[in-house]
């Protein structure tokens, strides 16, 4: 027989990435998770050999669909203790004057609206439940603090989650649910490979390669942020690659 899990989490964008790994590092560490992402198969790859995940297919800028996932969740594990809002795109390289409206907006909705349709469904979960509370993990990016060139969609998206995370803890203090806005920097994925590997675009114009950091390590930080008691918060959290140009960038 397999443990009944100590408690539960949802894992956006969990079907690669950044998001895959916290979602393995929260199975291995107790919890029941469920993994959510546009694509079924990647989500199931993440959770095969665990006997506490629970894949839902979820586009998260559809609020039904999103309701839905949240009832899949309680439904199976009778109550959320932890959302990590991960899901998102870096959307196009464009300075203001090339940015498309259409390029805007599908931006804005996953890496905005979707932010915060999940994080209200988490809220009034985390609200009715008894005991009342738990914790929302906003994937601010340091891109949330200091923006790379040409990325004025992403940027802009990224400065609104710190509003969004600071709303949340405010609102949240009556039912013991708290807010982290964790800002990540140069975690090797695929993605990042792409992006630094053969030289990322710097504010002087040139091109570099950057440093990068296993995100095996950031994977770690959630799971110790998601075990630690509702009497604690962190408001805000800044993990990146030592040495990366983002202290001093430009």
Not at 173 to 198: P, Y
Request: hydrophobic share 40%; proline share 5%.
């Amino acid at each position: 027989m397999t443990e009944t899990p100590h408690a539960s989490a949802i894992v956006t964008g969990a079907g690669s990435g950044i998001g895959r790994s916290i979602a393995r590092a929260l199975l291995v560490a107790g919890f029941g998770v469920t993994l959510a992402g546009r694509r079924i198969a990647p989500l199931q790859e993440t959770a095969a050999g665990h006997a506490h995940g629970l894949v839902v297919e979820t586009d998260i800028t559809d609020q039904p669909q999103v309701e839905r996932l949240l009832s899949r969740h309680v439904e199976t594990f009778g109550r959320l203790d932890v959302l990590v809002n991960n899901a998102g795109v870096f959307g196009p390289s464009a300075d203001i004057g090339d940015l498309t409206t259409a390029e805007w907006e599908s931006t804005l909705a996953v890496n905005l609206t979707g932010a915060m349709l999940c994080a209200g469904a988490a809220f009034r979960q985390m609200k009715a439940q008894l005991p009342a509370g738990g914790r929302i993990i906003n994937n601010g990016s340091i891109s949330a603090q200091t923006p790379r060139p040409r990325s004025v969609a992403y940027t802009t998206t990224k400065h609104a989650i710190a509003g969004l995370t600071k709303s949340i803890e405010l609102d949240g203090r009556a039912h013991r649910i708290t807010a982290t806005q964790l800002d990540i920097g140069n975690a090797r994925t695929e993605l990042i490979d792409r992006l630094v590997t053969d030289g990322a675009l710097q504010a002087d114009g040139s091109r570099r390669p950057e440093p990068t950091m296993d995100a095996g390590h950031v994977a770690d930080l959630v799971v110790q942020l998601a075990g630690m008691p509702l009497e604690v918060s962190v408001p805000q959290l800044t993990v990146t690659a030592a040495g990366m140009p983002f202290i001093g960038r430009g």
